[in-house]
């Protein structure tokens, strides 16, 4: 009875979900947490602490130790990891890793008598890898525009402007300020394509899924785009890996996963993708129609897209769907760290957090937050800075909703451009198994929110895949219709209805809030009368 396993290296875990295709069941669902488990790593929140709010980097090597550890606690859990008949797997998306020439034969010679880590170190040509949390590279992203004609050309070329996190940016900062490590590097690789090299014990292909959140794809041909390469930095062809669609297999799992956990050798390695090409599986999104909102460290809310469409504004993202068509998305940074910072900072419980938002009225009394705890990508915010209009810092309850709402009102404002009709949402996540929180979705969006069995869906999504594409490669090839069925089916009974009086609130705060971000990002006025104005509407 082949398993599946979909691995997520995401920006605070590593995490696993094993499936059985044959009776449709999850057969495991775990998480590695790298702050609790790799605290020697030097992390928090899975990011290398830093005095610039613009840096984040992470440790590479704790992404590795993450894997060793899984591997283990799957064994010590009991898993019979000789059954498992292809991996595949989802990588926070844009970051990078920065390898040196001896990695190709150390990821061939790899050793079951010492960890991944320590085999992997002297590999790194640059001990730290960007991540997507970083907003350093404006400078870059000037340059990069620049050369190329200018952020519309850049977007119609690659399915996006330049954006801070992308990996062209990072690479071509890292070029200007570390040249010498630059030419030490013989391979650059996206965090999804890191872990598939280790995995399968050689380079592995970045998929076009993935490859789409670089700034260095064309997303028309999904081929290396020259102009973009030229623009980015020198020599950069050479040290980019093959692309590859998101069903190629990269070759039989490394003999070190055999001999040290008992993996089969005959066990596949796909390619991987990144997180939000993998959800869009995960939550079974291969049609147009319905939109996903993933409440993770980062909020995401994407679609499905038959035909890539730029967003006009610049603040949207086109990526590769593994379907082979497109999605579209948009990123909103302060996430779950948001919501975080606001519990942490009033001592909350989250029951407490979703009291609070029980007990206070829709639409806040006209009290606004803009969450900037840290710089935020849509819109864009370099300098992280909390604003609060007619909201008192003493307020506790008024500061939760005020998070709250203001990531949905910033949501619905900003996805316009993607033309999507939002009658039903999907949310994922972990924070998506919050009804609370899920309540506000559905009242600001006017929509039904469903909830999923598997919040995971970036993993349930990467399993899925190596499902799909070892079927094909063993010639009993299944629709994506028939590999998902029963995975991906939203609970009916979980529906959150909007309700009605909130639903009469909502399009008037979200004019209020649209004011408030006008004032405090492109010098509109102060938003008095907008408040006086929502309090008359609602009242
Ligand atoms: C998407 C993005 C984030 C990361 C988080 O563009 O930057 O969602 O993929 O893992």
Redesign the pocket.
């Known amino acids: 009875m082949p398993l599946y396993l979909g691995l997520d290296s995401?920006?605070q875990s590593l995490s696993a979900v094993l499936l059985n295709l044959e009776t449709r069941e999850v057969v495991l669902n775990h998480a590695v947490s790298f702050d609790e488990r790799l605290p020697e790593c030097g992390c928090r929140n899975g990011v290398l602490p830093d005095s610039d709010p613009t840096i984040a980097h992470s440790n590479p090597l704790m992404w590795l130790a993450a894997l060793d550890l899984m591997c283990s606690d799957l064994q010590a859990a009991g898993v019979d990891l000789s059954s498992i008949a292809a991996i595949s797997g989802s990588?926070?998306?844009?970051g990078s890793v920065y390898l040196k020439s001896n990695a190709s034969h150390v990821l061939k010679v790899l050793s079951p008598a010492k960890s991944l880590s320590a085999q992997m170190r002297a590999s790194l040509s640059r001990p730290v890898a960007p991540?997507?949390?970083d907003s350093s590279t404006r400078q870059q992203c000037d340059e990069i525009e620049g050369i190329v004609g200018g952020a519309t050309d850049v977007a119609n070329l690659t399915g996006s402007r330049c954006?801070e996190?992308f990996t062209g940016p990072q690479i071509r900062k890292f070029w200007r300020t570390e040249s010498r490590r630059y030419e030490n590097t013989a391979k650059i690789h996206l965090v999804s394509s890191f872990m598939a090299s280790v995995l399968a014990g050689k380079h592995a292909p970045i998929d076009h899924g993935d490859g789409a959140?670089m700034n260095l794809m064309d997303i028309r041909t999904s081929q290396w785009s020259p102009a973009m390469l030229k623009a980015t930095a020198p020599g950069l062809r050479g040290k980019l890996p093959t692309l590859a669609p998101s069903n190629r297999i990269v070759g039989r799992i490394s003999p070190y996963f055999v001999e040290k956990y008992g993996f089969s050798p005959r066990c596949r390695v796909m390619v991987w993708s990144?997180?939000?090409p993998n959800s869009l599986i995960g939550v079974g999104l291969i049609q147009s129609g319905k939109v996903c909102i993933?409440l993770?460290?980062?909020d995401?809310y994407f679609g499905f897209m038959p035909e890539p469409k730029i967003s006009p504004q610049g603040e949207g993202?086109v990526?590769g769907s593994p379907t082979g068509d497109y999605m579209s998305?948009i990123?909103f940074?302060n996430g779950s760290l948001a919501r975080e910072r606001v519990k942490d900072a009033y001592r909350l419980s989250w029951a407490q957090f979703s009291d609070a938002l029980r007990r206070t009225k829709p639409g806040n009394s006209g009290k606004v937050m803009l969450p900037y705890f840290a710089p935020e990508?849509t819109p864009n915010v370099l300098k992280p800075q909390v604003y609060r209009y007619g909201l008192k810092e003493t307020e506790v309850r008024a500061n939760v909703r005020a998070v709250v709402e203001a990531q949905m009102a910033s949501m619905a404002i900003h996805s316009g451009w993607m033309g999507v009709q939002t009658k039903t949402i999907y949310a994922t996540g972990g924070a998506s198994a919050n009804r609370e929180i899920l309540q506000v979705m559905a009242d600001v969006h006017n929509a039904d929110v469903y909830q999923f069995e598997v919040g995971n869906s970036?993993a349930l999504g990467a399993a899925l895949r190596a499902a799909h594409a070892d079927l094909k490669a063993s010639k009993e090839p299944m629709s994506w219709e028939e590999v998902a069925e029963g995975f991906t089916d939203p609970i009916q009974k979980s529906r959150v209805r909007p309700n009605r009086e909130a639903v009469r609130v909502y399009p008037e705060f979200i004019k209020l809030y649209k004011t408030c971000e006008d004032n405090a990002l492109r010098g509109g006025s102060y938003p008095v009368s907008a408040r006086e104005q929502f309090l008359d509407q609602v009242s």
């Open positions: 995401s920006t990588g926070q998306q844009h991540i997507w949390m954006f996190r959140g990144g997180d939000n993933s993770g460290t980062s995401t993202h990526f998305l990123c940074l990508i970036a």
